[in-house]
């Protein structure tokens, strides 16, 4: 048995690891995450009574409640996924997504560097800190037939994808200078239940339900690499037990979809799971489909080789794109109370990232 430590573990797929890790292993898991818009306890619920989960609402830009932490939890894998991850919102506020992403992640790089170096030998030998990042790094595929490999240049396009870059390079550099053993995963656009309303799929299906406008930024012509967020937090766990130490590795769905495509196939599954009535003006969800003045900077195709984690570690995708999707739509149908709660809230459901309708 061992202790993990999550950061950013109440977020979309920091939870969907914790409730991977807490019901599908014996190890023992503490989340630090300082619920932020994107942090929901509500994700957590399913394992907040294990003894074997700890929960510590902590920004990981407070040094010491990190050092606290590590002293009290003594973890030998620290799994680091607290980030500002929306594009449309680091376009509108930037300074989070430095303060969090590069800052936040140099303080729990300092926080895990002292503390390992404190660990006694044998120990020390098998302590892990897993850095996850996403594909934004590389930047735009578009007008090419290639993917993104493990040692494609980075050339992020938007503040979010920048910072995230920034990230990675600063634990690849505690490798290097202080010989902290790190690994970095970089994955693609994840979905599934659990999933905050901002995201297009999410956002797609609340919309719909409510009878509202379904945005879709241009033409919808953007391409999108598609991965059910419980085959990556398989991956993730499959990463830190067989991975080796300085290696990267890339996780990906294998489900390329242009995103109208994305939106037209949720309208359908709804009309199918959830049909509008037939006194409504509206009677296929395909009908609310309105095109927005596209996001500045918008990469238009993303796409992930990973054949790396595959051959290496023996990691598949278990969903297709249309099982996973299909169990999304039913998850939302079903939990109205979660993503009702969060636009009781602070977020209403309107697209951001400087964008007006046409």
């Not at 995201?199 to 719909?208: F, Q, V």
């Not at 419980?230 to 300085?246: I, N, Q």
Request: net charge negative.
């Amino acid at each position: 048995m061992k202790q993990f430590l999550i950061t950013g573990g109440a977020g979309f797929i920091g939870s969907a690891l914790v409730r991977f890790l807490t019901e599908s292993t014996d190890h023992r898991v503490v989340v630090v995450d300082k619920l932020s818009y994107a942090g929901n306890l509500a994700s957590l619920a399913p394992v907040q009574d294990n003894p074997r989960f700890a929960f510590e609402q902590v920004d990981i830009c407070d040094r010491a409640a990190l050092d606290r932490i590590l002293a009290q939890y003594q973890p030998d894998c620290i799994m680091h996924l607290a980030a500002e991850s929306h594009v449309d919102r680091s376009i509108d506020s930037p300074w989070a997504f430095i303060e969090t992403n590069i800052v936040g992640t140099y303080h729990l790089l300092e926080a895990a560097r002292h503390y390992w170096n404190g660990m006694a030998d044998e120990r020390k030998k098998g302590f892990i800190f897993h850095h996850i990042s996403t594909d934004e790094v590389f930047g735009d595929l578009h007008g090419t037939d290639t993917f993104f490999t493990e040692t494609t240049p980075y050339a992020p396009s938007s503040p979010y994808s920048a910072s995230k870059a920034s990230s990675d390079h600063l634990v690849r550099a505690w490798m290097r200078t202080y010989g902290l053993p790190i690994i970095v995963t970089n994955c693609s656009n994840n979905y599934g239940p659990y999933h905050f309303p901002e995201k297009l799929i999410p956002l797609t299906i609340i919309n719909a339900l409510a009878g509202k406008k379904l945005p879709v930024y241009g033409n919808g012509s953007q391409i999108r690499d598609w991965l059910y967020v419980e085959d990556h937090a398989r991956a993730l766990y499959t990463v830190v037990s067989s991975g080796k130490v300085g290696e990267t590795y890339n996780i990906g769905g294998h489900n390329e979809r242009r995103n109208l495509d994305v939106v037209e196939i949720l309208c359908d599954l709804l009309d199918e799971l959830a049909p509008r009535q037939r006194s409504s003006d509206i009677t296929r969800y395909r009908d609310l489909i309105t095109f927005v003045t596209d996001r500045p900077g918008h990469d238009l195709r993303y796409a992930i080789d990973a054949s790396k984690i595959e051959r290496e570690l023996g990691w598949t995708p278990q969903e297709t794109f249309e099982s996973g999707i299909r169990k999304t739509v039913e998850w939302y149908l079903a939990n109205p109370q979660w993503w009702q709660a969060i636009l009781n809230g602070s977020y209403r459901g309107e697209r951001l990232g400087l964008t007006t309708p046409r």
